[in-house]
């Protein structure tokens, strides 16, 4: 094999990957009805049809609790960006209103690796100010520059 064509078929094959690039999975924080976000230290991959998530729930003791992971899309995506755009809807993260027990206050996904660390309403705000920059994708919920 000489030179140039082994320089060749590297260049090829390297080509060729670039062509079937496949995403590097979403990787989210993944805890249920826990009372302090810090304590979750527990990550888990999501299926290529998902994101990560985070809901904020009240309890009848006024007891609130977190619970977050992976959610499928396309749901959690249009729920987040009607949230997002419609800001005016909302007061303090909750539509404003009579609040059933036991239903969440809050619940967001976004779309890049371990974004659901923090608090429910903080992301959301968060995630209002970057789409306001036109730094957040609304397609995907994930950053962009």
Known sequence: MTFDFAMLLLFASTAFAADSIVPIPLKC??????????LCNTVTTCNPDQVCYVEQNEGIDNVTTSSMGCANKHPCIDVTRFRIENSNLFSHGVIVGKRSTGLASCSVCCGDSLCNNVQCFALTKTLRELWKAGHLDLASLSYKQ
């Open 29 to 38: 924080f993944d805890c249920k009805n826990i009372n302090d976000l810090s």
